[in-house]
């Protein structure tokens, strides 16, 4: 365990960042565009706009968060429409509740804001050992954040607000007893059906159709066959790659960053040292955790005795299982890798000593410090390479936001051309042909850019010719195009897509023969005629379809149960049509943890009721979204 936290050091970290932060990811300084109406309101909540620039600004910030914590995540996620349109709608949910909480007054006292803050363990981390608050360490933390404790604690302040805005909705819902045991009988409720399906493949040999019917067909269906809209492009790229080409190194610029980073650039004190865990959580009782003391203490009184039977000790009586079995060996670390107790207990040790017996959240130590290794500063002839990598970098990312400006700039005065951007930034035109508006996500390239593609078919570039807007396509990266060839959507001609179009007629054809028989089955079965091809008999729940056809399932169980057997059909659309026969209902068998299945109840109608007196907020503060959902492009709410 205790290797475990050494060795992921950087992943618990994240994690405590996580419990310290989670509600301040949407918030960024706002972006130059010189294309949009930036103060253009995307919603409204209560008479207040949220703006183009700031949407796009969190949008940015949120990405950003995302892309620091998950490295591997796919941008072109964070760049969807599915991803954006989701920051936008956390903004309005906050804005809602806020509404809410200036409407009704609500604030959060001096004793809840000191209450939470006691609680969060990451605060609790930062604590002396006389119980109080390392001030300095707490500042660190928010400083990494760009937070003060002012910010911190208004947000904390903040957040507690809001929250009384759902609780007393979602605390008030329950589930009576009676009503739960009926909700969790009837969806464990088992059915014993008997089923047979009319697949459209078996029907594709009785179709045959006719020139006459091919050329019917597609005269009534044109629309489904048609070309897909294409352009030629020219693009031309500004990422931070090419910037620092253009920067020249000074050597004095060089040796001054030398000699201001030769902490950073030195190697760390590294020190090894062997320990004995005797584990008492911190969660364990005051009498366990005096007996995990005592043993230690008669450990230590043993090591000390004989310090060469270190190790022995260690591999009989450690209950740390990373290191007992190699005699308590840690290896190398550097300050700050492992927990403070230990951290401060190891780094303050002689070669060759033994410490106290030191407490830690996982419970008591004896550390035996075995070898120190130095720091040693490399010359600054040895470390060149990486300086000028560093200094390269840092100030082509200084220069970087100049050149963007002038980027920018230039794509937007000079709209009908690239030239004048390329003679101006010394960049090279791109070409590319038949490019689609759909972003193909297979590809990890500048135009498979969602938002690139959106302005390349927006009606300013295929309309008036018109370079589009500087669109950063990744961190450090802008892209503009201009179309220099149009080919819209167009009915392609019989002749093009002649053996689609009797494909999709026999598919269809297909599918409506077996929906036929299907339901003149089902008619007949029901008046009594013998049924034929049923398959065997099976069990099945809604917690158990027993590999049902969704459309199926839901007839099945919609059907009443009053008379049996029953007969119900359900149409599988292009897969044709499925009849099911219920011979009998009966109690569930399985066993179930009904107690987690009342929780899991109570916890969809405290949802259900959240979700309510949202919408009720929504209407309230006569909340607009003026932008579609990609869910449902036509409309917005």
């Known amino acids: 365990m205790?290797?475990?936290?050494?060795?992921?050091?950087?992943?618990?970290?994240?994690?405590?960042?996580?419990?310290?932060?989670?509600?301040?990811?949407?918030?960024?300084?706002?972006?130059?565009?010189?294309?949009?109406?930036?103060?253009?309101?995307?919603?409204?909540?209560?008479?207040?706009?949220?703006?183009?620039s700031q949407w796009d600004a969190a949008h940015r910030s949120e990405a950003d968060r995302t892309r620091n914590s998950m490295p591997n995540i796919d941008l072109k996620m964070l760049d969807s429409d599915a991803f954006k349109y989701s920051v936008l709608d956390r903004m309005v949910r906050d804005r809602i509740l806020q509404a809410a909480v200036e409407n009704a007054k609500l604030t959060a006292s001096d004793s809840k804001l000191a209450q939470e803050l006691q609680q969060n363990p990451t605060i609790a981390a930062l604590r002396k050992t006389d119980g109080s608050l390392d001030v300095e360490r707490y500042k660190q933390l928010l400083a990494a954040q760009s937070m003060s404790p002012e910010m911190f604690e208004a947000s904390i302040r903040s957040d507690l607000s809001v929250r009384q805005v759902m609780v007393g909705v979602s605390a008030s819902a329950f589930a009576k007893p009676v009503w739960a045991n009926i909700a969790i009988d009837t969806w464990l409720q088992q059915r014993e059906v008997q089923v047979v399906q009319f697949l459209a493949s078996d029907y594709r040999m009785q179709i045959k159709p006719t020139t006459?019917?091919?050329?019917?067909?597609?005269?009534?269906?044109?629309?489904?066959?048609?070309?897909?809209?294409?352009?030629?492009?020219?693009?031309?790229?500004?990422?931070?790659?090419?910037?620092?080409?253009?920067?020249?190194?000074?050597?004095?610029?060089?040796?001054?960053?030398?000699?201001?980073?030769?902490?950073?650039?030195?190697?760390?004190?590294?020190?090894?040292?062997?320990?004995?865990?005797?584990?008492?959580?911190?969660?364990?009782?005051?009498?366990?955790r005096q007996k995990a003391?005592?043993?230690?203490?008669?450990?230590?009184?043993?090591?000390?005795?004989?310090?060469?039977?270190?190790?022995?000790?260690?591999?009989k009586h450690?209950?740390?299982p990373g290191s007992a079995p190699k005699g308590g060996d840690l290896d190398f670390f550097a300050r700050g890798a492992m927990v403070k107790p230990f951290d401060e207990a190891a780094f303050a040790l002689a070669k060759g000593d033994v410490s106290d017996v030191v407490e830690s959240d996982f419970g008591y130590h004896i550390i035996k410090l075995t070898d120190i290794k130095s720091p040693k500063l490399p010359s600054f002839e040895e470390m060149r390479p990486k300086i000028e990598a560093e200094v390269r970098k840092q100030q082509a990312q200084r220069k970087f936001a100049e050149v963007a400006e002038?980027?920018?700039?230039?794509?937007?005065?000079?709209?009908?051309?690239?030239?004048?951007?390329?003679?101006?930034?010394?960049?090279?035109?791109?070409?590319?042909?038949?490019l689609t508006r759909i972003a193909d996500t297979s590809l990890k390239n500048i135009l498979s850019n969602s938002k690139l593609l959106n302005a390349i078919f927006s009606a300013d570039s295929l309309?008036?010719?018109?370079?589009?807007?500087?669109?950063?396509?990744?961190?450090?990266?802008?892209?503009?195009?201009?179309?220099t060839k149009y080919y819209p959507a167009k009915t392609l001609a019989l002749d093009e897509v002649k053996p689609l179009v009797t494909e999709t007629l026999v598919k269809d054809q297909s599918a409506e023969l077996a929906k036929k028989e299907g339901v003149q089955k089902l008619d007949s079965w029901k008046k009594g005629e013998p049924a034929q091809k049923l398959s065997a008999a099976v069990n099945l729940s809604r917690n158990k379809p027993s590999n049902l056809p969704p459309q199926l399932l839901d007839a099945v169980y919609r059907a009443p149960a009053e008379t049996l057997p029953a007969w119900v059909g359900a149409d599988l659309g292009a897969q044709g049509y499925a009849i099911a026969r219920i011979n009998q209902v009966s109690a569930a068998t399985e066993k179930?943890?009904?107690?987690?299945?009342?929780?899991?109840?109570?916890?969809?109608?405290?949802?259900?009721?959240?979700?309510?007196?949202?919408?009720?907020?929504?209407?309230?503060?006569?909340?607009?979204?003026?932008?579609?959902?990609?869910?449902?492009?036509?409309?917005?709410?």
Request: charged share 25%.
């Open 2 to 52: 205790f290797d475990f936290v050494r060795q992921h050091k950087k992943i618990m970290q994240f994690l405590l960042v996580l419990l310290i932060f989670p509600s301040f990811v949407l918030f960024g300084i706002d972006g130059y565009n010189r294309f949009r109406d930036t103060g253009a309101a995307v919603a409204v909540i209560d008479g207040v706009e949220i703006t183009q």
């Open 212 to 288: 006459e019917q091919i050329q019917a067909f597609y005269d009534k269906n044109n629309q489904r066959f048609q070309s897909t809209e294409k352009a030629d492009i020219e693009y031309v790229v500004l990422d931070l790659a090419q910037v620092e080409k253009t920067i020249t190194l000074n050597e004095a610029d060089l040796k001054t960053y030398y000699q201001q980073n030769q902490e950073r650039l030195s190697a760390k004190e590294e020190r090894r040292a062997s320990h004995i865990l005797i584990n008492a959580l911190q969660s364990a009782s005051q009498a366990d």
């Open 293 to 315: 003391k005592s043993l230690a203490d008669q450990l230590l009184q043993e090591v000390r005795k004989a310090p060469q039977n270190f190790a022995e000790v260690a591999k």
């Open 318 to 320: 450690s209950q740390d």
């Open 406 to 434: 002038q980027f920018t700039n230039t794509v937007y005065e000079q709209s009908d051309s690239l030239q004048p951007l390329v003679e101006k930034l010394k960049l090279q035109i791109q070409k590319s042909s038949g």
């Open 463 to 483: 309309d008036k010719k018109r370079n589009t807007e500087a669109v950063e396509t990744a961190p450090n990266q802008l892209v503009s195009a201009r179309v």
């Open 592 to 637: 179930t943890d009904k107690k987690a299945m009342h929780e899991r109840l109570q916890q969809l109608i405290s949802a259900a009721e959240s979700l309510s007196y949202y919408n009720f907020l929504k209407e309230k503060f006569k909340v607009q979204i003026r932008v579609p959902s990609p869910l449902s492009p036509t409309k917005a709410s």
